[in-house]
């Protein structure tokens, strides 16, 4: 079946703008995970929703972050106010509920960020 | 905070030796310890994990080594393949306590396996 896909696949945009990433989770998958990945280095966890809910925010960097998953599928990472800083990968994984024994997390091929 | 340490940070290798890396971790709570496998333009894929209470699992040509009291954790890559050039990450989590199986990567090491 299909993996997790992730669109776009390339964004460049100029500083202070808003940009929105989407994921779309692999059928199934309640848990569903954003991660930054910064050149040469490894994926930094930013968020986790369990259904439609973030059930661990704690890795947003700041209040300019934002992610959603309204229906419990299709998560959108949402940045505010961008900042050269900004420029990364951006990673989504998604994975079955985590419960009795460990689910293995499923990346998508990943959104680079460029802010000019 | 550094949670994952990981080393080295690049590694070239002869086909058909063996390739090493090296994770230290800090925190004692982590529970689930997995590698990761990343091709340039593509994202991690699981490659082999390990719980620690168990001191190794291998996979094929894949092998974990975990020794907790030293808070350490390596990958063994026996015959090495020139197609197993990528970078690798080490990764834990705090799985069974926390139940958001969130990972903490370490920085990663790129691979080289000269043909």
């Known amino acids: 079946g299909a993996g997790v896909s992730q669109t776009p696949s390339n964004k460049v945009t100029e500083k202070g703008k808003y940009v929105e990433l989407r994921c779309d989770p692999i059928s199934g998958h309640t848990a569903l995970y954003w991660y930054r990945q910064s050149l040469g280095q490894g994926p930094e966890f930013l968020i986790y929703?369990?259904?439609?809910?973030?059930?661990?925010d704690s890795g947003l960097p700041n209040d300019r972050f934002f992610a959603v998953r309204p229906e419990g599928s299709v998560s959108t990472l949402k940045i505010q106010r961008t900042e050269r800083g900004d420029s990364a990968v951006y990673l989504c994984?998604?994975?079955?509920?985590?419960?009795?024994?460990?689910?293995?997390?499923?990346f998508g091929p990943g959104t680079r960020l460029t802010v000019l | 905070q550094q949670q994952v340490k990981q080393s080295p940070q690049s590694l070239i290798v002869q086909k058909g030796g063996i390739s090493i890396i090296n994770c230290a971790y800090e925190n004692t709570a982590f529970d689930y310890f997995p590698w990761y496998q990343q091709f340039p333009g593509k994202g991690p894929a699981l490659l082999i994990a390990?719980?620690?209470?168990?001191s190794e699992k291998k996979e094929g040509r894949f092998t974990i080594s975990f020794n907790k009291s030293a808070k350490q954790f390596s990958l063994h890559i026996m015959d090495s393949q020139p197609g197993d050039s990528a970078t690798y990450f080490c990764a834990a989590s705090i799985f069974w306590s926390s139940n958001t199986g969130k990972l903490i990567f370490g920085q990663g090491t790129t691979l080289q396996v000269k043909p």
């Open positions: 390990i719980r620690p209470d168990v």
């Open positions: 929703f369990q259904g439609t809910g973030a059930a661990d």
């Open positions: 994984a998604s994975s079955l509920t985590p419960g009795k024994t460990y689910n293995e997390q499923f």
